[in-house]
Nanobody, 119 residues
Framework: QVQLVESGGGLVQAGGSLRLSCAAS?????MGWFRQAPGKEREFVAC????????AYADSVKGRFTISRDNDKNTVYLQMNSLKPDDTGGYYC???????????????WGQGTQVTVSS
């Protein structure tokens, strides 16, 4: 069982930046970020394979968000720039064996960290 702990969320004005971190208690081949706005379903944000060769982003965040990972620390990051009010929501880290945008393929989930973008 791998435990994931997110950090780095907060309140930021539109156009600002935040960097989320997710520390894992063990190695996972794939790491992903998902988010959920109030009243909406959880949606894919970004994912990355262990070696970093496979990455994917949701169209809504391409060019603004960057996923990266430090395998020595079992930590994945999400650098979020040019934030918009629509980016508001709970951000969840996920770990699994397959690098995919499908949330059902991930085995481990963190508790989430809240990101609020004010206009």
């Amino acid at each position: 069982q791998v435990q994931l702990v997110e950090s780095g969320g907060g309140l930021v004005q539109a156009g600002g930046s935040l960097r989320l971190s997710c520390a894992a208690s063990g190695r996972t081949e794939a790491m992903g970020w998902f988010r959920q706005a109030p009243g909406k379903e959880r949606e894919f944000v970004a994912c990355m394979s262990w070696g970093g060769h496979n990455t994917a982003y949701a169209d809504s965040v391409k060019g603004r968000f960057t996923i990266s990972r430090d395998n020595d620390k079992n930590t994945v990051y999400l650098q979020m720039n040019s934030l918009k009010p629509d980016d508001t929501g709970g951000y969840y880290c996920a770990g699994g064996m397959v690098t995919t945008a499908s949330s059902g393929s991930y085995d481990y989930w963190g508790q989430g960290t809240q990101v609020t973008v004010s206009s």
